[in-house]
């Protein structure tokens, strides 16, 4: 899947929502996010360029209103960042490959961890 290079290519391939969240840091209303409620066995892959990065074996249901996951598919596709917007402390999720913003990493997951991901930001690739 060839990548967009620019701000206006990128406008181009995603929607509207996707492009608010990917690109811009945006995030979906809780609640409202298509894959929220996906239980099929699969592969969640970046909106953006395609990367593989959480299994539907490391989802959870945390009622929280996004789509989380105790640990990434493919570690090496993720990037980690310190976040202090809107007054806050925490650790941003990123595609290593098209540094589209995924979501947030939190310490309360199964695992201990508990990636929470915007829908828009993933698509499903069923098995």
Not at 18 to 42: A, D
Request: one cysteine or more.
């Amino acid at each position: 899947m060839s990548m967009p290079k620019s701000e206006s290519e990128w406008k181009k391939k995603l929607t509207q929502q996707q492009y608010s969240i990917l690109r811009e840091k945006g995030t979906e209303l809780p609640f409202t996010g298509s894959l929220l409620k996906n239980k099929e066995k699969g592969v969640y892959t970046c909106a953006g360029c395609g990367s593989e990065l959480f299994s539907s074996d490391t989802k959870f249901d945390s009622g929280t209103g996004w789509p989380s996951f105790s640990d990434p598919k493919n570690k090496e596709n993720i990037e980690l960042k310190e976040d202090r917007t809107y007054g806050m402390v925490r650790v941003e999720v990123l595609c290593k490959k098209c540094g589209g913003h995924l979501g947030h990493l939190f310490n309360d997951g199964p695992s201990g961890k508990r990636f929470c991901i915007n829908s828009c930001s993933l698509e499903f690739k069923k098995d």
